[in-house]
């Protein structure tokens, strides 16, 4: 089956570094990638869509120079929190759709979780 | 906007069925889609509704009604390993395929 892996799976940074967070689709090709943002016991929000060779599209109130996202190639796609604050602590999820795939399905992957001190 | 609500806990005894909602208000979309994620862990597809109706997959089913803005996610069997959060999300209506998630339920199964 379609797997997406992401590392780190856990990072601990102090305020003001930046981390760079990777998504790989492992067995097929993807040219849109996603980044969600979970808080604990609370749903999934989507920050941004990653398409292969072009800009990102972030979703309304996600700052784009906060959050760098690069899919260089059509099996990563890297998610880059700048200058960061304890208030970006959060479980980052990447998914991934099939470019083959009619189904709108997303295989997601394990998440990384950010602790900023 | 879009908006899909789901309540947030329900709680079941093992062995039992169980029905998680999921109202939406959206201006259109393409599917409604079911994802469980265990504490921790990535969300996992169960279940996708593109037309009205019932699909069944094992102990799972999802059913759609566009007309009355209402799906729902039904359990069978529950069984202890049951226990984690369910979202309803649709597909938007635009060419990105993105998905909007619902509010999540959590359903605890007990024994």
């Known amino acids: 089956g379609a797997v997406v892996s992401q590392h780190p799976s856990r990072v601990i940074c102090k305020s003001g570094t930046s981390v760079k967070i990777e998504c790989r689709s492992l067995?097929?090709?993807?040219?849109?990638m996603f980044w969600y943002r979970q808080f604990p016991k609370k749903s999934l929000m989507l920050m941004a869509t990653s398409n292969e060779g072009s800009k990102a599209t972030y979703e309304q109130g996600v700052e784009k120079d906060k959050f760098l996202i690069n899919h260089a190639s059509l099996t990563l796609s890297t998610l880059t929190v700048t200058s960061a604050h304890p208030e970006d602590s959060s479980f980052y999820i990447c998914?991934?759709?099939?470019?083959?795939?009619?189904?709108?399905?997303?295989?997601f992957g394990p998440g990384t979780r950010l602790t900023v001190t | 906007g879009q908006s899909l609500e789901q309540p947030s806990e329900v709680t079941a005894v093992e062995g039992a069925i169980v029905q998680i909602n999921c109202t939406y208000q959206t201006s259109g979309f393409y599917g409604l889609s079911w994802y469980q994620q265990h504490d921790g862990g990535a969300p996992t597809f169960l279940s996708y509704?593109?037309?009205?109706g019932l699909e069944e997959t094992g102990r799972f089913s999802s059913f759609l009604s566009r007309s009355d803005s209402y799906g729902y996610l039904l359990l069978q069997e529950l069984q202890m390993k049951d226990s984690a959060s369910y979202f309803c999300a649709v597909r938007s209506l635009d060419s990105s395929y993105k998905l909007i998630f619902g509010s999540g339920t959590r359903l605890l199964v007990r024994p």
């Open positions: 067995d097929f090709q993807a040219t849109t």
């Open positions: 509704n593109a037309l009205d």
């Open positions: 998914s991934a759709r099939d470019s083959r795939d009619r189904v709108s399905e997303q295989y």
